[in-house]
């Protein structure tokens, strides 16, 4: 049974920094894409980053240059780096994984079986 555990989230104002986390178990991140997403009130979930089976990466625009996406293969863990956030980027955040080898990671929600039950980050102006 794959579990998916965020961690990491919180209050910054704009400008600063925080890492998520994302502990998989029943599931072998080192081989499989995982991304993470987001989730406004009122918006529709939306693709922030994923790194694929071989650890290549896709970025949203909207986080180009800011946002970093990483995996510990041996902690069977996702991250990912927030710098120089904005109020724009407050949002719920989830993991999710996708249990197929893809050589590209995308940021379609359809594409992803596993999600985790997400943690929240609010950025202040």
């Known amino acids: 049974q794959v579990q998916l555990v965020e961690s990491g989230g919180g209050s910054v104002q704009t400008g600063g920094s925080l890492r998520l986390s994302c502990a998989a178990s029943?599931?072998?991140?080192?081989?499989?894409?995982m991304a993470w997403f987001r989730q406004a009130p009122g918006k529709e979930r939306e693709g922030v980053a994923a790194?694929?089976?071989?650890?290549?990466?896709n970025y949203a625009d909207s986080v180009k240059g800011r946002f970093t996406v990483s995996k510990d293969n041996a902690k069977n863990t996702l991250y990912l780096q927030m710098n120089t956030l904005k109020p724009e980027d407050t949002a719920m955040y989830y993991c999710?994984?996708?249990?197929?080898?893809?050589?590209?990671?995308?940021?379609?929600?359809?594409?992803?079986?596993?999600w985790g039950q997400g943690t929240q980050v609010t950025v202040s102006s």
């Open positions: 999710a994984a996708d249990p197929r080898v893809r050589l590209l990671p995308d940021l379609f929600a359809k594409d992803y079986d596993y």
């Open positions: 029943g599931y072998a991140s080192s081989r499989y894409p």
């Open positions: 790194i694929g089976s071989f650890g290549s990466t």
